[in-house]
């Protein structure tokens, strides 16, 4: 069936610092992607589209300066957290569409802890 | 406003005994339901579809568009079935579908 790999699965960095978290389409091409936020206890939040080859739609209230999204090839979108403060601490996930029984398949998650 | 609802943040359950997780919307248009799940440690992966009126593992569960309401049932708990499960609505928007998830229920199912 089809898989989503993100990467990494946990990450610990430094405030003021940027991460880049990958999530590549294995066996399928994906023009659309999505970034989720999840709150320990909480609901997936809806970060933003990925759109390959264009740009990135966001959600309400999310700063596209601070979470940028590139999505330049049909398997791969990266979300990278620029200037990280703690209260980005959070557990990123992602999810592509596969036009499968599946439809929307996600990725495993990555836990992201700025200190 | 579109929204999910799951009333219940823990639900536990014997073993044999039936479940029902609760799951009301919102939405002004014709709704696509889902119910994803999610054991320990794994990745979020779906469970059903309301369009596919199917039983997977044993769950099913029916739209009820007069109560807005989408929840899902089993007749009888395994202990396995303790995971998250999260209720989902597709939404278009700005020509994309996307989904909207309710806050989860943690299904608890004891020996």
């Known amino acids: 069936g089809a898989v989503v790999s993100q990467h990494p699965s946990r990450v610990i960095c430094k405030s003021g610092t940027s991460v880049k978290i990958e999530c590549r389409s294995l066996?399928?091409?994906?023009?659309?992607m999505f970034w989720y936020r999840q709150f320990p206890k909480q609901s997936l939040m809806l970060m933003a589209t990925?759109?390959?080859?264009?740009?990135?739609?966001?959600e309400q209230g999310v700063e596209k300066d601070k979470f940028l999204i590139n999505h330049a090839s049909l398997t791969l979108s990266t979300l990278t957290v620029t200037s990280a403060h703690p209260e980005d601490s959070s557990f990123y996930i992602c999810?592509?569409?596969?036009?499968?029984?599946?439809?929307?398949?996600f990725g495993s998650g990555t836990r992201l802890t700025v200190v | 406003a579109q929204r999910v609802t799951q009333p219940e943040k823990l639900l536990s359950v014997f073993k044999g005994a039936p479940v029902e997780l609760k799951c009301n919307y919102s939405y002004s248009g014709s709704p696509e339901l889902f119910w994803y799940v999610q054991y320990s440690r794994q990745r979020l992966q779906l469970l059903l579809r309301h369009i596919s009126r199917e039983s997977i593992k044993g769950f099913t569960a029916d739209l009820n568009k007069g109560e807005t309401s989408f929840h899902l049932k089993k007749p009888f708990a395994q202990e396995e079935d303790s995971a998250m499960y999260y209720c989902?609505?597709?939404?278009?928007?700005?020509?994309?579908?996307?989904?909207?998830f309710g806050t989860g229920t943690r299904l608890k199912v004891l020996a």
């Open positions: 999810s592509a569409y596969d036009r499968g029984p599946n439809g929307y398949t």
């Open positions: 066996d399928f091409q994906a023009t659309t």
């Open positions: 989902a609505l597709s939404r278009l928007a700005s020509g994309t579908y996307k989904y909207i």
């Open positions: 990925s759109n390959e080859g264009s740009k990135a739609t966001y």
